[in-house]
């Protein structure tokens, strides 16, 4: 895919050395180029480019201002800024309005081409030589705060929600092990949900049944709920993007236990 750049410079030798560097890269090609601000805002709304190289000093319109229209009226432009200014103020400016890449020109020859693809992909990129003020934008800290929360769910979710891979040599042994921990799990309360063949539901409700377990009565109030296994799987596996046969959201753990079994010709059961 051709990635459509508008360069944005009032000093022509610097606009040219940009343009050269860029078209010069596969991928990559320079649409148009402007020079004051309100030019660059206006070639921005017609051209809708997907990636505007943009200077700070600009006459009629500065950069910053610039940029905060652009946003507007092409969000789905990326803006990497080019420019001789290097206040931390300005930087943090710059990246309060939502843009990606802040190059200051003497850094240009060295870190035009790497913050090109850093901004591309939606990562940040500010110059070396910018490096030790603490810059950061609203974007970031909020992201940085979602980053916490999920990361803190996710661990609440694997703390929680273990699961136990466990392999046998027959049916028998399947079945006589499942049925001493539906029957631990129904007698403190908790709610049981097997997925499994005929059979195997049969004969599981079977040896309940033989223990006294009113299974009738546990089933009325949903705490068992048996469901056979080729219902189960035929409602969210598609056979295109599954793996050794399963959907791929099931665990590699469980996809290796499975080859394990296959190969010592065992049952698995997760529990």
Known sequence: MTIRTLVVDDYEPVRRFICSALSNQPGLQVISEASDGLEAVQKAQDLRPDLIVLDVGLPTLNGIEAARRIRTLSPNSKILFVTQESSPDLVQAALEIGTLGYVVKSDATGELLPAVEAVLRGQRFVSSSLAGHDLISPEDELQAEREKVVSHFRRQSVESNRHELRLYSDDAAFVDDF???IEAALESGKAVLVVATESHRANLLQRLRADGVDVDSAAERN????????????????????????????PHAIVNALRTAKERHLRLAVG
């Open 223 to 250: 705490l068992y709920i048996s469901i056979d296994v080729a219902d189960a799987l035929s409602s969210v596996m598609d056979t295109s993007t599954a793996e050794h046969g399963l959907p791929k959201f099931v």
């Open 179 to 181: 049925a001493h921990s």
